[in-house]
């Protein structure tokens, strides 16, 4: 049987919306908004529709494309055609309907009002509905769908007749609402749906009454009012008494300029309320432990290093299983991405460049490889020239502030400078004593080193020579140095203690000195807004802090003694801190979801 009448479009009467091939249509009651029974007719004018004539008794309407208890007949151009009696057994009337592979999804609903989706209903006479072609129907906006309902509400509450004139006065712009309901000036007065017959016969008393009837009269000689005036004059008077407090309420007069207060600009949205607060509180923090992020794939031996890719999303971890990983952090699946065995290099530390185009891995050996990350090239250096270092294992690189450079700790207070850019050896650094730790500062060509000696070294890498120099205050043995973009710098020592400072003009002030770890502290990292400092020590279990820098206290509610964290070896924020990752003994790079920030 053909699906369609001359243009493929075929009548679709079940459901909500109903479509034609086009002309125009008229439907004799009663099948408009129900059933047809046995004696119906409909007519067609102007097209050839193929239907099927089906009964609509069916727990699924058109759930089916084969219906067994239906047949079809095509309708041919005469003026009518009456519909044949139901199948046997069957107890409804019929309906007109098509396959069911030709309705829309949105169009199968039980309903059986007849609407034709490219016609709209013109006229309503003696019974008749009357539809004519208005093209294709277009899905109502948000704002349409708003007003509609607005108006629906307007007439439930006022009245049709009334909602109306409202609607009127309201697109002419002449309403001014008047507290308590009254009537707006220059438009037709509401009226309320309901009225108290009572209050015409009721009369209050103005002289003998209550000593506050007494203000409500218009002549000192008043003597009572009808109920219905007495509401009105409470009214006037709440009004005239409370203008002020209820001014707020008051709709501007057309063409008249209105300044928002501060209040109203403070009450005019909820987003600064509900948004979270750009600064961290102290205290208490809010952490969630996901899954880990090289659970696919856990290290083998110790992750001595792990960092977040600067474009945030990619962990890289290494250790001393001879392998590196990139793993694509989600907190759900952490999918590993790659990995890479270096044969001859067990991994003591790896670290991403400035724009993370790029990977230093060093181990205890005289050489080190740079991997690309875009190509997966692997660059083998064959140590440093004019060096006897045996040993390059600990190394820092600079972040912004000049030509991309790699400074290793090497012996004897020296700090050889290699280029990542020609990856040839740029120059020394000397210092007193044997260096022990170092730090770039963020988006300066400054570099802070120290040692055995107890003093804290600045150094210009334009110049390649020392600025500065400063005891570090009650240290013993600088183990680990780390430096913030905004200025502040943090030294951990043999003894666990932990010094803040400030620079100022070249100075370091003290700060702060945390006493929380009681073992070497040998890792210490800024988060990227400056707000955190983590610091930990591999020599005790679970030895981890995080410090609330505006404040200077640490986090009391996490990590606790409870928190599985192990040997803790490194650790790492994501670019956005919404992700902190941890490295253990146990080969396991833990993932912690810190709340007040965003993952990206």
């Known amino acids: 049987m053909p699906r369609g009448g001359p243009f493929g479009n075929p009548w679709i009467v079940q459901g909500n919306r109903r479509g034609s091939t086009g002309g125009e249509t008229t439907i004799k009651p009663p099948c408009v908004g129900a059933l047809l029974p046995q004696t119906s007719t409909v007519t067609i ?20 494309r084969a219906v067994e208890d239906a047949f079809s007949f095509p309708f041919h151009e005469s003026p009518s055609s009456r519909l044949h009696p139901s199948p046997p057994g069957i107890p409804f009337g ?19 009002a007849w609407y034709p989706i490219k016609q709209r209903v013109v006229a309503k006479e003696n019974g008749m509905a009357k539809f004519e072609t208005n093209g294709k129907r277009k899905r109502r906006t948000r704002e349409e769908r708003d007003e509609s309902e607005a108006k629906q509400l307007e007439e439930e509450l006022f009245g049709i007749e009334d909602a109306h004139e409202i609607q009127d006065v309201e697109r002419k712009g002449t309403g001014t609402a008047q507290g308590g309901g009254g009537a707006s000036e220059g438009g037709p007065k509401r009226t309320p749906k309901w009225e108290d017959p009572d209050e015409e016969e009721l009369r209050m008393d103005l002289k003998d009454g209550p000593s506050r009837n007494r ?12 109920g219905k005036e007495y509401v009105e004059r409470l009214r006037r008077q709440h009004q005239n008494i409370h203008a002020t407090a209820v001014s707020w309420a008051q709709l501007p007069t057309p063409g008249e300029e209105v300044e928002e207060d501060v209040a109203g600009k403070i009450l005019r949205s909820a987003k600064d309320v509900l948004a979270k607060p750009k600064f961290l509180p102290q ?32 962990l890289m971890t290494a250790g001393l299983d001879r392998k590196l990983r990139f793993f694509q952090v989600d907190g759900v699946r952490n999918k590993k991405l790659e990995s890479l065995h270096f044969d001859d290099l067990p991994i003591h530390k790896a670290a991403f460049n400035e724009d993370g185009s790029q990977v230093v891995l060093t181990g205890r050996r005289k050489f080190f490889y740079i991997y690309d990350v875009a190509s997966a090239q692997v660059d083998y250096v064959a140590g440093i020239q004019g060096r006897e270092e045996k040993s390059l294992e600990n190394f820092v690189i600079s972040r912004g502030g000049g030509e991309p450079t790699v400074a290793f700790l090497g012996n004897k207070g020296y700090l050889p400078l290699v280029s990542l850019k020609t990856k040839q050896w740029m120059g020394n650094l000397k210092m007193s004593g044997t260096v022990k730790a170092a730090a770039f500062v963020p988006g300066k060509p400054e570099l802070f080193t120290s040692g055995v000696d107890g003093m804290v070294y600045t150094w210009d890498l334009r110049m390649r020579r020392c600025i500065g120099k400063a005891v570090d205050e009650g240290s013993y043995r600088c183990t680990s140095l780390a430096c913030s973009s905004d200025g502040m710098v943090a ?9 803040l400072y400030s620079k100022n003009k070249g100075t370091l002030d003290l700060q702060k000195t945390i006493y929380n770890l009681t073992t070497r502290c040998d890792t210490m990292v800024f988060n990227p807004d400056n707000q955190i400092l983590a610091l ?11 410090l609330h820098l505006p404040s200077n206290t640490v986090f009391s509610n996490w990590p606790t003694s409870k928190t599985p964290l192990s040997f803790v070896h490194s650790v790492a924020f994501s670019p956005g801190s919404g992700f902190f ?3 253990n003994a146990r080969g396991a790079a833990l993932l912690y979801r810190l709340h007040h920030f965003e993952t990206t």
């Open 215 to 226: 203000k409500l009269r218009n002549d000192p000689e008043e003597a009572d009012v009808s």
């Open 536 to 546: 930990a020590s591999s020599r005790k279990k679970d030895a981890l802090k995080l």
């Open 45 to 64: 004018h102007g097209s050839s529709v193929p239907v099927l004539l089906r009964c609509p008794g069916s727990v699924r309407p058109l759930a089916t």
């Open 581 to 583: 990752a941890i490295g």
């Open 94 to 112: 019929f309906v007109l309907d098509l396959p069911f592979q030709a309705i829309p999804f949105r169009h199968r609903c039980p309903s059986f």
């Open 491 to 499: 030294t951990g020592s043999e003894s666990g203690i932990v010094n």
């Open 283 to 314: 205290g208490c923090i809010e952490a969630t432990r996901m899954r880990d992020a090289n659970l696919e794939e856990p290290n083998k031996a110790v992750v001595q290093s792990l960092e977040f890719h600067p474009s945030g999303g990619v």
